[in-house]
Every structure is written in C-alpha cells, then in structure tokens.
C-alpha cells in the first residue's frame, strides 16, 4: 500500500468516526430527559407482604385499611371488614406502577394537576406503622379529553411522590380505587334471609301485616284476612325473596345521627331453614336506608337428609359467622332493595276484579 493511498484512508477513518460522534451526540439531544427513568418501578422496594396499613386522606375525609388477624378492616368504621380483595389488587397495583413519563414541576402547576391540597395522598405502612411508601394522586390523564371527564375512567393518572416535590409523573393505570369513601372498599355482601317462613312487617305508626307458609312449595297466607281480602301470591313471593337479595350501600360510622333507628320500621322473619332475623329499618340517607339486624337460631339439619341439602347448611354455617359479625354495625342497604318488602298491607292484596277470579 503506498503512503498516498494510506494517508487517504486515515482521513476517511477520521471523517466517519467524527460523523457518528455526531450522530450520536443528535440521537441523545433527541431523546427526552427523562429517558433514562421511563418504565421503572415508581415505588421502589414496596413489596406486598411488608404492608400491614394504607392510609388514604382527601379533602373531604381519611380512611385506614388496617390488616387484622381476622382480616382486612376499615379502622374509621370501627373495624368493619374490608373488601380483602380490592385490597390486595390496589397494592398489587401500586408495586406494578411504572413510570411511563415524568416532568419537572413547579408550585403553581400543581393546583392545574390537582397535586395541591386537592391531592389524595396515599400511604402504605408496615407493622409498626412506619410509612414504607408515600404517594399523592392527582388529576386522571387522558390520551384524547372525553366529553365527561369526571366520569371518564382516564387513561392514567398525574402523581407525584412527596420526596420529589419538583417531578410529576404519568402513570398508565387511573388508579380509581385510591378513594377515602368506606363504601368503595366494603364486601358488599348482606346478610341473605332465605326460604322465608313467617314474614312480619310492623310500622312505626303501629300498622302492619303478615304473610306465612307451611312449606317451600306452599301457598302465602295472609294472617287476619278479611272477607273479599284475597292476597297477591305475586306480592308475597316479592316481599320475602327480596330478602334474600339484599346488598350493601355503605357502613355508617358510629357518630352517625338522623338514623331513624329509635323509631324503625320492624322486619322479624323466620325461615324454613331454622334461623331468625329481627330487622331495623330506619330512615333514609340518600337513596338508601339506616338498617340493624340480629340473627338468631342454628341451621336445622334433617336425619337422612338428601346431598343437595347437606350442602345448603354446609353454606348456611360458612356464612352465619359474617352475619353475626355484620350485626353489630349500622348498615346502608339500597332503597330498591327493601322497596317489596316495605310494602303496605293493601299493596299486597289483589285488586277487587282479580279477588272474585
């Protein structure tokens, strides 16, 4: 190779070296500055087994979650059990959140992203209540703005942790469970009142009825019918099954006033199975009423009873301790639920046409 043509190649060899250092130099001035951050774990080192507490305050009131040893409880409502499921997925959650952007933040972008005193602050603690990780939740984030944005479930959610007052960070899950409201973490499962036997419905005026059976498959009696009252089966069959559907709204807090409790409308109702239910209905707080119950009695159990039978008590014992710890709180249950079986007495007989049938 001569010297000329060595000399050539050097040149050449420094020219694409220069070249890519600049290119590469472009790409990274093309990248955004949070690069090297997007995609990893927004809470570092939180781990599941770790969390005994979450603490979650907003304006308008604060919620504890606390691990018990017969469970998951809502410390605020006197430790009424929580929903072990949604607890577990919000945490779940919260240790999978990743950074999917991030964005220095100043204090007057706060109040736009809702990061003020509008956040919702979340904490997670361990068993000697030290706080594992903290977090404030603000405004959703939408891909493209909805027509309703309150409604809109959102794309992700801006949030921030309080240790780095000057980032805010997108994350792709709208974490919609991140609410103070005990009625977003309760099992909302009732007490059921199934098979009824005798149904006794007592206003506070002192009026009332009562409808009963002699069997499962049997006709309702309407108890002190008079001549020309004939019962509508259709009613009946409404007002005892409604309580086997029964749901709950919420769990009032012990301070509760206004609950129309001292003055109830009273359910007592037996059933095929051997269990009694006294039941308060009070007054209404919205679309839903103030209810107190008792259960009493144990599940009958037939000699040589068939398998299908066998199974229903089986049930019936599983539930029974839930109902009892139930009874001791005051319930939310919905209006729609009890509409049947608050019925008056003459909304349950049949019009004059269909009694002469």
Known sequence: MSARVAAI??????????????????????QPANAGVLGQPLLKGLKAADVAAIR??????ALTLRRTD????????DGFPADAGKVRDFVIKAISLKIGQSDAIGEKDRPRLNLDQGATQVEFQGA???ALAKLLVGKKYFKQEPD????????GRFVMLPDRPGTVYVVADPLTQASARSADWIDRTAFQVEKVKTLEVRYADGSGWRVERAADNADWKLAGAKPG????VTKANAATYSLGLLELAD????????????????LNAT???GLDYAIKVGALQGDNYYVTFQVSGEPQKDAGEDKERAERIKKLEERLPREKRLSGYVLLIPKSKLADTLKKRDELLAKPEEAKK
């Open 9 to 30: 190649l050097v040149v050449l060899l420094v020219i694409l070296g220069g070249a890519a250092l600049l290119y590469q130099r472009d790409e990274r001035s093309r």
């Open 56 to 61: 979650i305050v907003q304006p308008d009131g």
């Open 70 to 77: 017969a469970g998951w409880a809502l410390a605020e409502r």
């Open 128 to 130: 000697d209540g030290k």
């Open 148 to 155: 309703n944005p309150q409604k809109a479930p959102g794309d």
């Open 229 to 232: 009252e004939k019962l509508e």
């Open 251 to 266: 769990v009032a807090p012990k301070e509760a006033k206004d609950t129309g409790l001292d003055s109830p409308t009273l």
């Open 271 to 273: 059933t095929l199975d």
